[in-house]
């Protein structure tokens, strides 16, 4: 088991003000822990490798330029070859490159027919360049591209979306597992910017 990741990331020392007001809930102080534990350090790899959680999870929180980037990074720059052509630190470095043509501003898209669509808002669809796809190998790239919907453009998730996952190769155990390591991944950076907040406060 990993030490405490959102302590980490924010700088909380034990006993300080900080580490403190996190005391003050612990069971939300454990069960945000218990699932990066359940989503990183899960013996059961058989769905999702450990190269593809650490590949996502980095990709994922560089498209919002989280300040949990750097670390998500590292975990991915030391992670050995697995089926992609690249050890996690050449494939952090992939990512690197791609990230100045996949970040942008959202969330955008199209919402159903309805009252809601006058809000329907366009905005870029990305893709795996061919080098990089060739790179990562087609299941990490469709993982990649569909992090990038669920994180700019959500109201798009469609069975089209997760049909493209299935013609990769992801089993619907494992696009279950992505779908939660996103969304893990969106709640664990809004803790953070508001800890790190509250703590120039304090």
Known sequence: MTADVIDRLVGVSEGDSLDAVRRQR????????????ALFDSEDLTQVSQLERRAVAYWAVALTQSPTAGYYRELLAAEPAGTSALDGAAL????????????????????????LSV??????HWAPSAP?????GERLAAALAHTHLLTYRPRDASQDALQALLDAGWSTTGIVTLSQLV???????RVVAGLTVLKGAL
């Open 132 to 136: 990089l796809a060739a790179a990562t």
């Open 183 to 189: 969304s893990f991944l969106a709640f664990q950076s």
């Open 119 to 124: 809000e329907n808002v366009d905005g870029l």
């Open 92 to 115: 952090a470095t992939a990512l690197d490159v791609a990230l100045e043509d996949a970040t942008t501003v959202g969330p955008y898209g199209d919402f159903p027919a309805g009252p």
């Open 26 to 37: 612990p069971d939300a102080k454990a069960n945000a822990q218990a699932s990066y534990d």
